[in-house]
């Protein structure tokens, strides 16, 4: 469908510098530009926080991590 649109001179001198460094035409870069904003944010690895790594024997006799209470009265027992 054509449509026009008002864009600011310095937006559209950059979408030009960027479609031409990929070897594409406006119209397909602004397409993947609304494309990509519509689709929302993705997560990233690179932005993601790092994961925490311990050292240890791992879980103690006695505890079970799907028993939250009696995971919390083994918690507060040794405080």
């Not at 035409?25 to 925490?52: C, D, H, M, Y």
Request: proline content about 6%; glycine content about 6%; aromatic content about 6%.
């Amino acid at each position: 469908m054509r449509t026009t649109i008002d864009v600011n001179d310095e937006l559209l001198r950059a979408v030009k510098v960027y479609a031409a460094g990929e070897h594409m035409t406006l119209k397909a870069a602004f397409e993947q530009a609304l494309r990509e904003f519509l689709a929302g944010p993705t997560v990233s690895s690179a932005n993601a926080p790092p994961i925490p790594v311990f050292d240890g024997q791992g879980v103690q006799p006695g505890v079970d991590l799907t028993d939250s209470a009696a995971l919390r009265d083994i918690m507060d027992a040794k405080s």
